[in-house]
């Protein structure tokens, strides 16, 4: 993982950008979500699946995968049972993967020269900014302690 935290760093770093630790983080895990999808979609597809369901197959092993690291390695510990921070990181990841969807499907219909590999990616692109809000002051946004007392979540692993 520090590779590509690294290299999102030194890539950063030559556009002039200074990124929080917490977004090469978020981007670092993104790229290992997005080569499990990628990887997945891709012989799904060739293998002669439909591009829909190959698409949401990458996307339900992905997710599996990144909501693991973010709460290991991106964000701090919530508060909330895992059962909890699950459920909301499905949410965001429902809406921003909407947008990555759309944008996949608007890519194959109008844009066919396009390799779909290619689609998925530009897809998962455009959703990022979406996931990085909505994981970041959501799902992994630190329970106060007035409601954490009122839930009953006293360890953050319980499920």
């Known amino acids: 993982m520090s590779f590509v935290n690294h290299a999102v760093q030194r890539g950063a770093a030559r556009l002039g950008l200074t990124l929080p630790i917490g977004l090469i983080r978020f981007l670092g895990v993104g790229v290992a979500g997005l ?14 699946v439909n591009k829909s369901i190959a698409w949401l197959v ?11 690291l973010n709460r ?9 049972r895992r059962r909890s921070e699950m459920t909301r990181y ?3 990841t429902a ?9 996949f499907h608007a890519l194959f219909a109008f844009a066919p020269r396009i390799p779909p590999s290619i689609d998925v990616i530009l897809g998962a692109v455009v959703a ?11 799902t ?9 007392v009122s839930s009953g979540a006293t360890d953050p692993t319980d499920s």
């Open 35 to 48: 080569a499990v999808q990628t990887g997945l979609f891709t012989v799904l597809f060739h293998l002669g």
């Open 58 to 68: 990458g996307l339900a092993a992905a997710t599996a995968l990144t909501w693991f």
């Open 72 to 80: 290991r390695f991106t964000f701090a510990a919530t508060g909330r």
């Open 90 to 92: 499905f949410i965001v």
């Open 95 to 103: 809406i921003a993967q909407s947008v990555s969807f759309g944008v």
């Open 128 to 138: 990022t900014l979406f996931s990085y809000t909505g994981q970041r002051f959501f």
């Open 140 to 148: 992994f946004s630190p329970v106060s302690s007035t409601s954490a």
